[in-house]
């Protein structure tokens, strides 16, 4: 199984860019990566998704190296609004096996 | 368009006492999802749906059954709680597992103390 590993929690003020790194060391050929945002008494929530290279969304970008073994979340000029905590997936297609959403990491934004 | 809704959002239940969680969809899914959060931790996948007629055990299916109603419903049944089964359950929908990526779409969840 493809294991994610990222960080517990990570601080920013607002107006600044956030980067969060998720390591997936074994990752799979027709593994894709997933990010998903969850707000307190919510269900997660699908920000972006991504197979190599980088995407780019209206909410974020998300950085993949040729190697795959990690990928980056990047959210620009971050408000309070995006406290919260922030899972990366590693979604293998056709099978549900690797569902598993780790505990993520919690982003606090301050003024 | 609703999503994915769940009932009830709040239930108490004493040990031993069965109930039944409900989950739709309004979005013609062809995959469901149910899911456990116990604080302070991520989601636990517990059943899932991959196509109406189908259910297949997740991480965490034991104390647990399922069952796809059709292509809207999905439910989850507890025969006899017990108060590890405390947690907030979140039911999810998604296009179908061959998309790629899964985008997953989630309901608000359901809160569930087992005393």
């Known amino acids: 199984l493809a294991k994610t590993t990222q960080p517990i929690s990570m601080d920013s003020y607002e107006g600044q860019e956030v980067n969060i790194t998720c390591s997936h060391n074994n990752i799979a050929t027709n593994d894709y990566i997933t990010w998903y945002q969850q707000f307190p008494s919510q269900g997660p929530r699908f920000i972006i998704q991504g197979y190599k290279t980088k995407v780019t969304n209206e909410v974020a970008s998300l950085f993949i190296p040729a190697d795959r073994k990690s990928s980056t979340l990047s959210l620009p000029r971050v408000s309070l609004s995006d406290t919260a905590v922030y899972y990366c997936?590693?979604?293998?297609?056709?099978?549900?096996?690797?569902?598993?959403f780790g505990t993520g990491t919690r982003l606090q934004v301050t003024l | 368009n609703a999503g994915v809704t769940q009932t009830p959002k709040f239930q108490v239940l004493k040990t031993g006492q069965s109930m039944t969680l409900q989950c739709a969809q309004d979005?013609?899914?062809?995959?469901m999802y149910w899911y456990r959060q116990d604080p302070g931790m991520g989601l636990r996948l517990i059943y899932y749906?991959?196509?109406?007629?189908?259910?297949d055990k997740g991480e965490v299916p034991n104390g647990y059954n399922v069952s796809r109603l059709n292509k809207r419903e999905f439910s989850l049944r507890l025969e006899s709680a017990a108060p590890s089964q405390t947690s907030v359950y979140f039911c999810?929908?998604?296009?179908?597992?061959?998309?790629?990526?899964?985008?997953?779409?989630f309901g608000p969840g359901t809160r569930l103390t087992v005393t």
């Open positions: 999810a929908s998604s296009e179908g597992l061959l998309v790629p990526g899964n985008e997953q779409y």
């Open positions: 749906s991959a196509s109406e007629g189908t259910t």
């Open positions: 997936l590693v979604v293998s297609t056709g099978t549900a096996s690797k569902l598993t």
């Open positions: 979005m013609n899914h062809n995959s």
